[in-house]
């Protein structure tokens, strides 16, 4: 049993050093976002799951299968089990990356029927008043995609199509999710170089796999576009980037989404 415990803490460094520098270094992440992501997510689980099963392999080495904690040995030995996964689970809550108070705006816009409900290619949105250039899903019980009448006023009908497609692809992805536990992860093990990598880059691609969506629906040059009318006064800093992603030239894998959109475009409502 020590002998598994020993193993699987040293593949869980091995992995845990490894992967941050493989997943940033690697050109197949930015034309494979998703499989990135998935990589960055196994990498995790291998990281946590072997660390945190090694440890207890290695603990438990040696005791008796029947009572490996010792429970019958003394009554508070149960009670000491209970306050140590009590405090694991309170330093998990601790380092969890809440919502921002945006998103409670959001909702509250929501909830009150102060946002206009219409229907964007094929999705309901919230369209809310305002002269800033905003689009933003909205994850949770409420969850829809929010675009400004001020944004909404910039865009041609293909674009907000893209726009839309893009922040739908977030829903659906449940990116919202992806993004929290990386910077939980983050908050939790700031020393760690590769939780700091992982953050950073699941930020990145959840936008590049948003992209990737939304180019499928109505074209990569319209996505382009679109993205580029959005970033009033370049603040975006990720703008660039983007655009130039979906304008250089396709991979062959690449080549049947990047020419022309898979399906038509619906009028906008």
């Known amino acids: 049993m020590i002998v598994w415990g020993v193993a699987l803490v040293v593949a869980a460094v091995v992995v845990a050093a490894a992967a941050p520098r493989l997943l940033t270094r690697w050109a197949w992440t930015i034309d494979h976002p998703r499989t990135a992501l998935v ?10 799951g072997g660390s945190v099963s090694g440890v207890t392999l290695v ?8 009572d490996p904690f010792r429970l019958a040995a003394s009554p508070t030995h149960g009670a000491h089990l209970v306050v140590a996964v009590a405090a694991v689970l309170a330093f998990v809550v601790a380092v969890r990356v809440p919502p921002g108070p945006e998103h409670a705006a959001v ?16 999705t309901e949105i ?3 008043a305002g002269e800033r250039a905003l689009a933003c899903a909205v994850p949770g019980r409420d969850r829809t995609v929010l675009v400004s009448t001020g944004l909404a006023a910039r865009l041609r009908p293909d674009e907000l199509d ?11 992805g449940h990116h919202a999710a992806v993004v929290g536990v990386a910077e939980s992860i ?8 590769g939780a700091r990598a ?5 930020r990145v691609l959840v936008e590049f796999a948003a992209d990737d969506t939304a180019a499928r629906r109505v074209g990569a040059e319209v996505v382009a576009r679109a993205i580029e009318r959005s970033d009033v006064g370049g603040a975006a800093p990720l703008t660039g980037v983007r655009v130039a992603r979906l304008r250089r030239p396709a991979t062959p894998g690449q080549r049947r989404w990047r020419a022309a959109p898979v399906t038509s475009r619906k009028k906008s409502a």
């Open 39 to 48: 990589s960055w997510c196994a990498a995790v689980l291998i990281g946590v």
């Open 126 to 128: 919230a369209v809310v």
């Open 186 to 193: 983050e908050r939790a093990v700031p020393w760690v170089p």
């Open 59 to 66: 603990a438990l080495g040696g005791r008796h299968g029947e």
């Open 107 to 122: 909702r509250a816009a929501l909830r009150t029927g102060a946002a206009e409900r219409r229907r964007v290619a094929g």
């Open 198 to 202: 992982m953050a950073s880059a699941t």
């Open 162 to 172: 893209a726009v839309v497609a893009h922040e739908a692809a977030h829903l659906t």
